[in-house]
């Protein structure tokens, strides 16, 4: 995500985002850590629901045999 997506998702200005990182640093990482969270749960839900599609069609696929 770049710096103006940031700025867009939290619908602050980029020079925002450039102060926090330079002068507020301690901020500006707990910002990206919670952005960087935010992308992983969504990652492994969509993990998760593909391994739960593959399952299900194992399991059809043994039912009709």
Same mark, same amino acid.
């Given at each position: 995500m770049t710096q103006r997506d940031m700025a867009g $998702? #939290? *619908?602050i200005d980029v020079k925002t %985002?450039?102060?926090?990182r330079n002068k !507020?640093? &301690?901020l500006y990482e707990t910002i990206m850590k919670g952005l960087a $969270? *935010? @992308?992983i749960v969504e990652s492994s839900k /969509? +993990?998760?629901e593909k391994a739960l +599609? %593959?399952? @299900? !069609? $194992? /399991? #059809? !696929? &043994? !039912? #009709?045999?």
């Open positions: $998702f #939290l *619908d %985002i450039r102060n926090w !507020k640093p &301690n $969270f *935010d @992308e /969509e +993990s998760y +599609s %593959i399952k @299900e !069609k $194992f /399991e #059809l !696929k &043994n !039912k #009709l045999k």
